[in-house]
Antibody, heavy 122, light 107 residues
Framework: EIQLLESGGGLVQPGGSLRLSCAASPSIFSNYAMAWVRQAPGKRLECVSAITVTGGSTFYADSVKGRFTISRDSSKNTLYLQMSGLRAEDTAIYYC???????????????WGQGTRVTVSS | EVILTQSPGTLSLSPGERATLSCRASQSVIGDFLAWYQHKPGQAPRLLIYGASTRATGIPDRFSGSGSGTDFTLTVTRLEPEDFAMYYCHQFGSSPQTFGQGTRVEI
């Protein structure tokens, strides 16, 4: 069974930092690209970052470029999203997502986690 | 970027009825690389359709996808009580990958 379990969300002040984690089933982590997709209140889903299976290629949405860093640790079967310089507009539910292939470009997401809530507020 | 516009925003139907959801792209979706997801509150989104018309593993055949280019449709024949949810389309043919704003199917 494929499981994606996010953690690390919470309340943070503007300008602060937070690291999200996504624990994935070992059977999938070493074979597929992964992503973080968020949904802010009243907004559509947005793919904020993606990473290939080797970590050799990454994607960042313009809205987070230079502030967020995606990484993966195959020894822990865990995907990370390091977020810094957080803004009110980063408030959202963040979903960990698995792609159907080793690469994210041109491939669909086939599994999602249940999400972790991030609130940026003073 | 490719903007996906879903319509209607809300679809009010009864169990047993047919639901037709539309997803229109601002430009042609490369390779017809379009997926549909179902999302219920507090749950993980679930993949229904990819490649515009291929049902994902374990998805009942009452769900079907069609379309190409800029116009795509998700059809649910004979709605079951568990089908009342939000539905999103997603294009993955060009970067950045984008999502529609969603259609709510409610009783």
């Amino acid at each position: 069974e494929i499981q994606l379990l996010e953690s690390g969300g919470g309340l943070v002040q503007p300008g602060g930092s937070l690291r999200l984690s996504c624990a994935a089933s070992p059977s999938i982590f070493s074979n597929y690209a992964m992503a973080w997709v968020r949904q802010a209140p009243g907004k559509r889903l947005e793919c904020v970052s993606a990473i290939t299976v080797t970590g050799g290629s990454t994607f960042y949405a313009d809205s987070v470029k230079g502030r967020f860093t995606i990484s993966r640790d195959s020894s822990k079967n865990t995907l990370y999203l390091q977020m810094s310089g957080l803004r009110a507009e980063d408030t959202a539910i963040y979903y960990c997502a698995k792609y159907s292939h080793r690469f994210w470009s041109g491939y669909h997401i086939d599994y999602w986690g249940q999400g972790t809530r991030v609130t940026v507020s003073s | 970027e490719v903007i996906l516009t879903q319509s209607p925003g809300t679809l009010s139907l009864s169990p047993g009825e047919r639901a037709t959801l539309s997803c229109r792209a601002s430009q042609s979706v490369i390779g017809d690389f379009l997926a549909w997801y179902q999302h219920k509150p507090g749950q993980a989104p679930r993949l229904l359709i990819y490649g515009a018309s291929t049902r994902a593993t374990g998805i009942p055949d009452r769900f079907s996808g069609s379309g190409s280019g800029t116009d795509f449709t998700l059809t649910v024949t004979r709605l079951e009580p568990e089908d009342f949810a939000m539905y999103y389309c997603h294009q993955f043919g060009s970067s950045p990958q984008t999502f529609g704003q969603g259609t709510r199917v409610e009783i």
